[in-house]
């Protein structure tokens, strides 16, 4: 019963800025770990970020400087604020979370992914 649902993908220019959410919802103990994951056309899913609960974060040397991943604990959502977009960044992106039932076991969720499209 445990979902994520993305939002905030659409079609930006090349330079501008997305801010993506991912919120958790179901029946929810605990979350860990968060993290995005990206797909391009012709390319295989990749790690774009991760946060843990504490807040450490680590990013692909593509993004580094560009994005940045951040969280709401309270709101069991994860953000990703992208900006100075490129072209390369054309992709569904997936929000990906570790979360617990009932704070005993773990697995990861994911959402259905949201489309982001740079132009020119």
């Known amino acids: 019963q445990v979902q994520l649902v993305e939002s905030g993908g659409g079609l930006v220019q090349t330079g501008g800025s997305l801010r993506l959410s991912c919120a958790a919802s179901?029946?929810?103990?605990?979350?860990?770990?968060m993290g995005w994951y990206r797909q391009g056309p012709g390319n295989q899913r990749e790690l774009v970020a991760t946060?843990?609960?504490?807040?450490?974060?680590n990013y692909a040397p593509s993004v580094k400087g560009r994005f940045t991943i951040s969280r709401d604990n309270a709101k069991n959502t994860v953000y990703l604020q992208m900006n100075s977009l490129k072209s390369e960044d054309t992709a569904v992106y997936s929000c990906?979370?570790?979360?617990?039932?009932?704070?005993?076991?773990?697995?990861?969720?994911w959402g259905q992914g949201t489309r982001v499209t740079v132009s020119s």
């Open positions: 179901g029946s929810i103990f605990r979350i860990n770990d």
């Open positions: 990906n979370a570790v979360i617990s039932k009932n704070g005993y076991s773990y697995r990861y969720y």
């Open positions: 946060i843990t609960t504490g807040g450490s974060t």
